[in-house]
């Protein structure tokens, strides 16, 4: 209950409002139904007894009221009242249970929204320490089981409380020994076995979040390195595995539906048998039908309403027992959502950067969780238009320092600034919308060519104009053009269906598409065979007076053009000066371009 309480007050405040409707609606059906099964115990003693019309003052009010003129037809209009009562009162219940479902799992869904705007918002940081499977679990398969086995099991567990409540206080008035007797049993038959399986339902839970993070994390690592593992001969290895896991998987599932649905086999025989045991014993008290029947069918109706009831209330609960785990995977995440609208990171006013002169680092310091700095008192500015290169060895801090520049990551101690603006939290937004970006490894839709190059674009809203320009200056003319569908060739899912040089051309359109002022290149023509890569760092190099251009240099030969490279080593930046300059007085430098020309990636 602690936990559903949290979990309640995570809702927004309209929600919240719509599950106090719910409820008041749930009471009013339950209502609705007790007097259903109220009133089919009057309409049988009148069947079998018309005189009862006599001594009942209500009945007898309601046949001088109505103006019948004899029993029978009294009977009749009677049964046919009750008959329509019944239906509406039982089309009213299903719509309100419709209603309910549909609301329990648009309310889990809206949770999920909230959970995945709140993951995409988190920095380029957050991102680089956080395993993907890991958001991927938690989205489609913790918020799936808040969904389907909290929201919505809870609000039917009070709808069906609500009923069992009602008819107990009904059959108590009827006959309280009877009604008590019959409710202390079958409460100490749902509390046992409640009591019984508790432990097993909450291990169930922690095991179904522990093998769906880990089947997430296996196919993860199945598809995106299908190829190392074809090489290696390791897929009987992760089959193995995955054969595990769904199978400790399906049996925690099963387990937890098999505790929902055993205490019905067992609450049925002690109903009815406990029915037929009032009706003797009513019988032998008696001796007359007349008395039994009504009574009994009143029994009959109420257990015929109350064992669904009590059988939905114990499952769901058993489910949510179980399920209410996967709230606390997420709940520290979920809790950093409600005010995450109102967050001054997010929510702050965007100051808008203008880049007309240059880029600024002064006294640049940054590391990851306070561990060994990376980058180290690194200072420096790059002018408007000008083509810059970073050189260095593996683990020289060349990829960060660029991550730094671009905004992606904010620095430790120092400051990165664009025209006298300091790039920030309120700042990246607007920048970011200056910076074409091209990473070693391009990420690929399983999409078109053209819906590739115009990355997140909508289809209709795709220029022609800017994808030919930006095809062009990628050089993928002549590849395109061989191609039957053209831009509309689909490239398979991750690109399978293209050369590595082919999916660099895409990545490198890709950044040009948006016509930015800044353009980086992380290695990116590191796939390209030779002749390739000296015609896009042409046509790159033919860019450098209308973009700035940032290189981080796989091959020296692709920084030969650079008005500055900068030399790093261990986070500092060693020298820097012309390819020229660096050659006549680095020695390091001259022992990259002579000895070793392919430099590792940072």
Same mark, same amino acid.
């Given at each position: 209950?602690?936990?559903?309480?949290?979990?309640?007050?995570?809702?927004?405040?309209?929600?919240?409002?719509?599950?106090?409707?719910?409820?008041?609606?749930?009471?009013?059906?339950?209502?609705?139904?007790?007097?259903?099964?109220?009133?089919?115990?009057?309409?049988?003693?009148?069947?079998?007894?018309?005189?009862?019309?006599?001594?009942?003052?209500?009945?007898?009010?309601?046949?001088?009221?109505?103006?019948?003129?004899?029993?029978?037809?009294?009977?009749?209009?009677?049964?046919?009242?009750?008959?329509?009562?019944?239906?509406?009162?039982?089309?009213?219940?299903?719509?309100?249970?419709?209603?309910?479902?549909?609301?329990?799992?648009?309310?889990g869904e809206s949770l999920a929204s909230?959970?995945?705007?709140?993951?995409?918002?988190?920095?380029?940081?957050?991102?680089?320490?956080?395993?993907?499977?890991?958001?991927?679990?938690?989205?489609?398969?913790?918020?799936?089981?808040?969904?389907?086995?909290?929201?919505?099991?809870?609000?039917?567990?009070?709808?069906?409380?609500?009923?069992?409540?009602?008819?107990?206080?009904?059959?108590?008035?009827?006959?309280?020994?009877?009604?008590?007797?019959?409710?202390?049993?079958?409460?100490?038959?749902?509390?046992?076995?409640?009591?019984?399986?508790?432990?097993?339902?909450?291990?169930?839970?922690?095991?179904?979040?522990?093998?769906?993070?880990?089947?997430?994390?296996?196919?993860?690592?199945?598809?995106?390195?299908?190829?190392?593992?074809?090489?290696?001969?390791?897929?009987?290895?992760?089959k193995t595995n995955f054969t595990k896991?769904?199978?400790?998987?399906?049996?925690?599932?099963?387990?937890?539906?098999?505790?929902?649905?055993?205490?019905?086999?067992?609450?049925?025989?002690?109903?009815?048998?406990?029915?037929?045991?009032?009706?003797?014993?009513?019988?032998?008290?008696?001796?007359?039908?007349?008395?039994?029947?009504?009574?009994?069918?009143?029994?009959?109706?109420?257990?015929?309403?109350?064992?669904?009831?009590?059988?939905?209330?114990?499952?769901?609960?058993?489910?949510?027992?179980?399920?209410?785990?996967?709230?606390?995977?997420?709940?520290?995440?979920?809790?950093?959502?409600?005010?995450?609208?109102?967050?001054?990171?997010?929510?702050?006013?965007?100051?808008?950067?203008?880049?007309?002169?240059?880029?600024?680092?002064?006294?640049?310091?940054?590391?990851?969780?306070?561990?060994?700095?990376?980058?180290?008192?690194?200072?420096? #500015?790059?002018?408007?238009?000008?083509?810059?290169?970073?050189?260095?060895?593996?683990?020289?801090?060349?990829?960060?320092?660029?991550?730094?520049?671009?905004?992606?990551?904010?620095?430790?101690?120092?400051?990165?600034?664009?025209?006298?603006?300091?790039?920030?939290?309120?700042?990246?937004?607007?920048? #970011?919308?200056?910076?074409?970006?091209?990473?070693?490894?391009?990420?690929?839709?399983?999409?078109?060519?053209?819906?590739?190059?115009?990355?997140?674009?909508?289809?209709?809203?795709?220029?022609?104009?800017?994808?030919?320009?930006?095809?062009?200056?990628?050089?993928?003319?002549?590849?395109?053009?061989?191609?039957?569908?053209?831009?509309?060739?689909?490239?398979?899912?991750?690109?399978?269906?293209?050369?590595?040089?082919?999916?660099?051309?895409?990545?490198?359109?890709?950044?040009?598409?948006?016509?930015?002022?800044?353009?980086?290149?992380?290695?990116?023509? #590191?796939?390209?065979?030779?002749?390739?890569?000296?015609?896009?760092?042409?046509?790159?190099?033919?860019?450098?007076?209308?973009?700035?251009?940032?290189?981080?240099?796989?091959?020296l030969t692709t920084i030969k053009d650079?008005?500055?490279?900068?030399?790093?080593?261990?986070?500092?930046?060693?020298?820097?000066?012309?390819?020229?300059?660096?050659?006549?007085? #680095?020695?390091?430098?001259?022992?990259?371009?002579?000895?070793?020309?392919?430099?590792?990636?940072?």
């Amino acid at each position: 209950m602690k936990k559903l309480f949290e979990l309640f007050n995570i809702l927004t405040p309209s929600q919240k409002r719509l599950i106090v409707g719910v409820q008041v609606a749930v009471v009013v059906v339950s209502l609705i139904e007790v007097a259903g099964v109220a009133s089919v115990a009057p309409f049988l003693a009148v069947a079998l007894n018309p005189s009862v019309i006599e001594q009942n003052q209500a009945l007898q009010f309601a046949y001088q009221f109505g103006g019948f003129n004899s029993t029978r037809n009294f009977t009749i209009s009677f049964g046919i009242a009750i008959a329509i009562f019944i239906f509406i009162g039982n089309l009213i219940s299903l719509l309100t249970m419709l209603a309910m479902t549909f609301f329990g799992l648009f309310l889990g869904e809206s949770l999920a929204s909230r959970l995945y705007g709140f993951y995409i918002k988190q920095n380029y940081l957050f991102h680089t320490k956080t395993n993907s499977s890991l958001l991927t679990t938690r989205l489609a398969q913790e918020c799936s089981r808040l969904t389907y086995g909290v929201f919505a099991p809870a609000l039917q567990l009070n709808a069906k409380l609500f009923i069992v409540v009602v008819l107990s206080l009904m059959l108590i008035a009827l006959n309280p020994l009877i009604a008590v007797t019959m409710a202390g049993v079958l409460g100490v038959i749902y509390l046992v076995l409640y009591v019984l399986v508790r432990g097993v339902l909450v291990k169930n839970g922690r095991t179904i979040s522990l093998k769906h993070q880990q089947r997430y994390k296996l196919m993860n690592e199945t598809f995106g390195g299908i190829k190392v593992l074809k090489l290696t001969g390791e897929e009987i290895k992760y089959k193995t595995n995955f054969t595990k896991f769904s199978k400790l998987l399906a049996r925690a599932n099963a387990t937890t539906m098999v505790i929902g649905l055993a205490p019905k086999y067992v609450v049925e025989a002690v109903v009815f048998g406990g029915g037929i045991i009032v009706a003797l014993f009513y019988l032998l008290d008696s001796g007359s039908f007349d008395e039994i029947i009504p009574l009994l069918s009143l029994y009959v109706m109420a257990g015929y309403k109350l064992i669904p009831a009590l059988q939905q209330i114990f499952s769901s609960a058993s489910l949510i027992r179980s399920e209410i785990n996967a709230f606390d995977v997420i709940k520290e995440d979920l809790l950093k959502t409600v005010n995450m609208e109102e967050s001054s990171v997010h929510n702050a006013p965007n100051t808008s950067v203008q880049f007309n002169n240059e880029i600024r680092l002064s006294d640049v310091e940054f590391s990851y969780d306070c561990n060994q700095v990376v980058v180290k008192q690194v200072g420096f #500015s790059i002018k408007k238009n000008t083509m810059v290169g970073f050189v260095g060895s593996t683990g020289s801090g060349k990829t960060t320092l660029v991550d730094i520049i671009m905004g992606l990551l904010q620095p430790t101690n120092g400051s990165v600034s664009v025209d006298g603006t300091e790039i920030t939290d309120n700042t990246f937004k607007s920048w #970011s919308r200056h910076i074409g970006y091209v990473p070693q490894d391009i990420f690929l839709l399983d999409s078109s060519i053209k819906s590739n190059i115009a990355f997140g674009i909508p289809e209709e809203q795709i220029s022609n104009e800017q994808l030919n320009n930006a095809i062009y200056l990628a050089n993928l003319e002549n590849y395109i053009a061989e191609l039957p569908a053209g831009v509309e060739t689909l490239v398979g899912e991750r690109g399978v269906q293209m050369s590595g040089g082919q999916k660099q051309r895409i990545g490198i359109a890709r950044a040009l598409y948006h016509n930015p002022s800044v353009l980086v290149l992380d290695e990116a023509t #590191s796939a390209l065979d030779g002749v390739t890569e000296s015609n896009i760092m042409s046509a790159i190099s033919k860019l450098a007076s209308k973009l700035t251009i940032i290189l981080i240099a796989h091959r020296l030969t692709t920084i030969k053009d650079c008005d500055c490279i900068f030399l790093l080593e261990k986070g500092k930046i060693l020298d820097r000066g012309t390819y020229e300059e660096l050659i006549e007085h #680095s020695e390091q430098f001259r022992r990259m371009a002579d000895v070793a020309p392919n430099v590792g990636s940072a």
